[in-house]
């Protein structure tokens, strides 16, 4: 608060209030705004007050001015926004909840008040991405997972809310398959249906194996598989086909070093230890991508035109904003990929390896241990727990790259990219609102 507000004098009002004492809060808190009626900090105390005496209106009044600057402090922009929503004017509270959750993105409750007033608008989609993100932001800071960790004014909104996140995500995501429903019949995608519910905690998830924890979407129907049967996959033959060409291009990629980054991005050394360990002046992971998340490189193709065409071939998963992830992986001497899960086990991972080194260089998935053969794919379910090491003086360099799992049909492969790109949105739609 400003200086020019005398704490003194703030604290006798806040004392009031904690006392019941409204009268005597109220006149004091209207003294100190006489003194300075321009004073932002006195005019949000005395706000306060009116507000918790219930006079919504003759605080929003007061707070107006300093509201509908665009510069409006939190302090003022929160209040005008919960004034006007109980004046019954939802429309004059939206922009105000903008302009607070813009300095405060992860003020919970707040957000959870502007996703009411959503709904009040009609605005039923972006109410339920409000009301997703305040659940996530509260969830996170160990609020809202229970009634005990829920203040009691709050506890029935939170559930409403809930319950409203519950249908629209659904609704909103079933929205994406309906097409292919019309299309293919419902039979034909009950399997994702089924992982659907089951993601979205709407329905209890079957027994799985232990080793498989996909950090995203599970599809259960899908049969627990460390290390896949060559026979699934009918495009190894050409691919391996151009594995010279390939490691040639990677090898020359490795010398110039230009394209190269590290896979886990620039982390702190603690924190990427918790991934990557090892010899700690040796250990490195690095990549060389073609695609990341579905972006393409186009550089790094235009720079590898036999690995690019080569890939041209391989019938990768491709899902905007997600899919696929096709890299030369470059793990360092004395360096080891620590045991983790992926994120979805309706996606599988191969290793093509373009330069394996003598000694003890392995993968491991599930308790099933694998040593790479140059020029020989490998495929696994990374939703698996994996690890990787290169306990050798040289390094070691594989292709990556992602494909649908082989036991997925062709109508719900089409459902799935859809699905997943619905899915998507609504989390980032949802994370970047205000």
């Given at each position: 608060?400003?200086?020019?507000?005398?704490?003194?004098?703030r604290?006798?009002?806040?004392?009031?209030?904690a006392?019941?004492?409204l009268?005597r809060?109220?006149?004091?808190?209207?003294?100190?705004l006489?003194r300075?009626?321009?004073?932002i900090q006195?005019?949000v105390l005395?706000?306060?007050?009116?507000?918790?005496?219930?006079d919504w209106?003759?605080a929003?009044?007061?707070?107006?001015?300093?509201?509908?600057?665009?510069?409006a402090p939190?302090?003022?922009a929160?209040r005008?926004?919960?004034?006007?929503v109980?004046?019954?004017d939802?429309?004059?509270?939206?922009?105000?909840?903008?302009?607070?959750?813009?300095?405060?993105?992860?003020d919970?409750?707040?957000r959870?008040?502007h996703?009411?007033?959503?709904?009040?608008?009609?605005d039923?989609?972006?109410?339920?991405?409000?009301?997703?993100?305040a659940i996530?932001?509260?969830?996170?800071?160990g609020?809202w997972?229970?009634?005990a960790?829920?203040s009691?004014?709050?506890?029935?909104?939170?559930?409403?809310?809930?319950?409203?996140?519950?249908?629209?995500?659904?609704?909103?995501?079933?929205q994406?398959?309906?097409?292919?429903?019309?299309?293919?019949?419902r039979?034909?995608?009950?399997?994702?249906?089924?992982?659907?519910?089951i993601h979205?905690?709407l329905?209890?998830?079957?027994?799985?194996d232990?080793?498989q924890?996909p950090k995203?979407?599970?599809?259960?129907?899908?049969?627990?598989?460390?290390?896949?049967?060559p026979?699934l996959?009918?495009?190894?033959?050409?691919?391996?086909?151009?594995?010279?060409?390939?490691?040639?291009e990677?090898?020359?990629?490795?010398?110039?070093?230009?394209?190269l980054?590290?896979?886990?991005?620039?982390l702190?050394?603690?924190?990427e230890a918790?991934f990557l360990?090892?010899?700690?002046?040796?250990r490195?992971?690095?990549?060389?991508?073609?695609?990341r998340?579905g972006?393409?490189?186009d550089?790094?193709?235009?720079a590898?035109?036999?690995?690019?065409?080569a890939?041209?071939?391989?019938?990768?998963?491709r899902?905007?904003?997600?899919?696929p992830?096709?890299?030369?992986?470059?793990?360092?001497?004395?360096?080891?990929?620590?045991?983790?899960?992926g994120v979805?086990?309706t996606?599988v991972v191969?290793h093509?390896?373009l330069h394996?080194?003598?000694?003890d260089?392995?993968?491991?998935?599930?308790?099933?241990?694998h040593?790479?053969?140059?020029?020989?794919?490998?495929?696994?379910?990374d939703s698996m727990?994996h690890?990787a090491?290169?306990r050798?003086?040289?390094?070691?360099?594989v292709m990556?790259?992602d494909?649908?799992?082989?036991?997925?049909?062709?109508p719900?492969r089409?459902a799935?990219?859809d699905?997943?790109e619905?899915?998507?949105?609504?989390?980032?739609a949802a994370?970047g609102?205000?």
């Amino acid at each position: 608060m400003s200086a020019s507000l005398p704490s003194d004098a703030r604290n006798e009002v806040e004392r009031h209030l904690a006392a019941g004492d409204l009268r005597r809060a109220r006149e004091t808190s209207a003294s100190l705004l006489e003194r300075d009626p321009s004073d932002i900090q006195a005019q949000v105390l005395h706000a306060s007050v009116l507000m918790a005496g219930g006079d919504w209106r003759t605080a929003a009044e007061l707070l107006a001015p300093a509201a509908n600057r665009d510069d409006a402090p939190f302090a003022v922009a929160a209040r005008f926004a919960v004034c006007s929503v109980a004046l019954g004017d939802p429309k004059a509270a939206l922009p105000a909840f903008g302009k607070a959750l813009a300095e405060r993105p992860g003020d919970f409750a707040l957000r959870l008040a502007h996703g009411e007033t959503l709904d009040a608008l009609g605005d039923g989609d972006a109410a339920v991405r409000a009301y997703f993100r305040a659940i996530c932001d509260a969830q996170n800071q160990g609020q809202w997972l229970s009634d005990a960790s829920t203040s009691p004014g709050l506890r029935g909104r939170v559930k409403q809310a809930m319950q409203r996140v519950d249908e629209g995500r659904r609704a909103s995501f079933m929205q994406a398959l309906e097409p292919h429903i019309a299309t293919y019949g419902r039979d034909s995608l009950e399997r994702v249906i089924e992982a659907l519910d089951i993601h979205l905690g709407l329905r209890a998830a079957p027994a799985r194996d232990p080793r498989q924890q996909p950090k995203f979407f599970w599809m259960p129907s899908l049969p627990p598989t460390t290390f896949f049967d060559p026979k699934l996959f009918p495009w190894y033959e050409a691919l391996e086909a151009q594995a010279g060409a390939i490691r040639d291009e990677a090898l020359a990629q490795l010398r110039e070093a230009s394209g190269l980054e590290p896979f886990l991005g620039d982390l702190d050394k603690a924190v990427e230890a918790e991934f990557l360990s090892g010899d700690e002046q040796s250990r490195a992971w690095d990549a060389f991508f073609f695609f990341r998340h579905g972006t393409r490189f186009d550089e790094h193709h235009a720079a590898c035109p036999r690995t690019s065409a080569a890939l041209d071939a391989v019938p990768l998963t491709r899902i905007r904003a997600h899919a696929p992830e096709v890299l030369y992986s470059v793990l360092a001497p004395r360096s080891h990929i620590t045991a983790h899960h992926g994120v979805t086990n309706t996606r599988v991972v191969t290793h093509l390896p373009l330069h394996i080194p003598d000694g003890d260089c392995a993968l491991v998935v599930g308790a099933d241990t694998h040593r790479w053969r140059q020029g020989r794919c490998i495929t696994f379910d990374d939703s698996m727990l994996h690890e990787a090491w290169n306990r050798t003086g040289e390094t070691r360099v594989v292709m990556i790259l992602d494909t649908w799992n082989p036991h997925l049909e062709e109508p719900e492969r089409v459902a799935l990219k859809d699905l997943v790109e619905r899915i998507g949105d609504f989390n980032a739609a949802a994370t970047g609102a205000h």
